[in-house]
């Protein structure tokens, strides 16, 4: 009895409804039906839902309305299929998918809940639960605060953007401004996908990389104790087939040096200058116009090396200049610039190489990024620089990240292959006395 006393003591302390709370569902119903003394301008009513649950009950407003004529009492829906019927059933399919997937995690706990617990869970507010926008505000904070330390702001920005869309494909898709983890249907991704590619255009890429940090966020709110399931954690993202490297040809890469640009023109000027400096130093855009004074220094021989660390990794990247970069950056020299190189908008900069290929009747597309991949496969593998000092002139943290960039190209394969025939002319081919070998041996 002093057991009783003191549980009720408790309940009441904490704010606590006193109602006999029970862990075992001998009784469950869901009614939903119209609160018809409340019509709106247009007419309709507020569609409530009550949830019983033993001898508890609660009762909540499904945040949508309807005309009373279509509303079917006995099957808690709209008739007919019309438009609106159809959307507000979907949403009503979805609410009651909440409760049960409510009941159903309460149940699994093996703790004591009552039917405002169900509501509470099923709204997304028991025991102030987390939902998933409110995870991305946490990991939007942390990584601002790593940002320069082990992240970057296009991590940071990129996380923006996911939460964003997030904002804008619950409401769409739910009707509701934020979701709980224990609201989030099975289908969740496959609508976002719908959502991210049919809805807003989005390229299957981008979508991978949206994926990728919903996964992120479910896997944090697992972590922090947020949540007592991990979603999404077996969920494999499609396969997207890997394109080759877009490299600018060397016939393209002639006319847009020797293209002539109007003095008139500063800007296409600047333009042609930041894709040249990719294409002699394999800087990515954000190093381009990130480098000072400070980076450049000579060797014993002489020579002018350009050291950085790369803002994307952190890791250190060494080039040694050739003559076309050094006289690059003394032209920029006296202007004043606190970079060797001048900063351009990076929509401005797409804009401006599309003008100047159209200008030098380049047979491709050019941007900035394909000035890396001509320094890593034209200027240096194409010249038999080994593959590991090209990965550390790029500033990769391994040489596989460098195969990307390196792309052999075809006269390169055809003087390797070459190189091949005439070392092996010699050999012949030899079967082991158990034929399940193949042993080279060379004429005497």
Not at 254 to 268: A, H, Y
């Amino acid at each position: 009895m002093k057991n009783v006393i003191k549980r009720e003591q408790c309940k009441l302390a904490c704010g606590l409804p006193n109602v006999n709370i029970l862990s075992k569902v001998s009784k469950f119903k869901v009614l939903l039906y119209l609160k018809k003394s409340n019509l709106d301008k247009q007419g309709k009513a507020p569609i409530m839902g009550r949830i019983t649950l033993n001898n508890s009950m609660a009762q909540f407003s499904c945040k949508l309305s309807c005309n009373p004529k279509l509303w079917n009492s006995r099957s808690g829906r709209l008739d007919g299929k019309s438009k609106e019927a159809v959307e507000t059933n979907a949403k009503i399919e979805r609410i009651l998918l909440s409760v049960n997937s409510a009941v159903d995690n309460l149940v699994k706990r093996n703790v004591d809940f009552t039917a405002m617990t169900v509501k509470e869970m099923m709204q997304g507010s028991i025991n102030g639960q987390v939902t998933l926008l409110q995870v991305f505000d946490i990991l939007l904070e942390d990584t601002k605060n790593r940002v320069g330390i082990d992240r970057t702001p296009a991590t940071y920005t990129c996380i923006r953007q996911v939460k964003d869309s997030l904002a804008e494909f619950i409401p769409a898709t739910y009707g509701v401004r934020d979701m709980a983890f224990s609201q989030m249907p099975n289908q969740f991704i496959s609508d976002y996908e719908h959502f991210l590619i049919d809805g807003q255009g989005k390229k299957a890429t981008t979508a991978h990389k949206y994926f990728t940090y919903l996964k992120l966020a479910c896997r944090r709110a697992y972590k922090d104790g947020l949540t007592d399931k991990y979603l999404f954690a077996r969920y494999k993202e499609p396969t997207i087939p890997k394109k080759s490297p877009r490299t600018i040809t060397p016939e393209n890469f002639q006319r847009i040096v020797s293209l002539q640009i109007p003095l008139n023109k500063p800007s296409l000027m600047i333009s042609r200058d930041l894709l040249l400096i990719a294409c002699y130093t394999g800087m990515a855009y954000i190093d381009a116009v990130s480098v000072t004074q400070d980076n450049l220094s000579y060797d014993e021989q002489g020579s002018l090396w350009l050291k950085y660390k790369r803002k994307k990794t952190g890791v250190q990247a060494v080039v040694k200049l050739i003559p076309e970069a050094i006289e690059l950056f003394d032209k920029y020299k006296d202007a004043g610039l606190p970079t060797l190189m001048p900063r351009q908008n990076d929509a401005f900069l797409l804009k401006n190489l599309k003008k100047i290929a159209e200008m030098a009747g380049c047979t491709q597309s050019i941007s900035h990024h394909m000035g890396r991949h001509y320094y890593a496969s034209i200027l240096t593998l194409s010249n038999d620089v080994p593959i590991d000092v090209i990965s550390k002139m790029l500033g990769h943290t391994n040489v596989r990240m460098t195969q990307v960039y390196a792309m052999v190209t075809q006269d390169k394969l055809f003087e390797e292959a070459d190189k091949f025939i005439e070392a092996t002319k010699d050999f012949v081919l030899v079967l082991n006395a158990n034929s399940k070998a193949i042993v080279n041996k060379q004429r005497q």
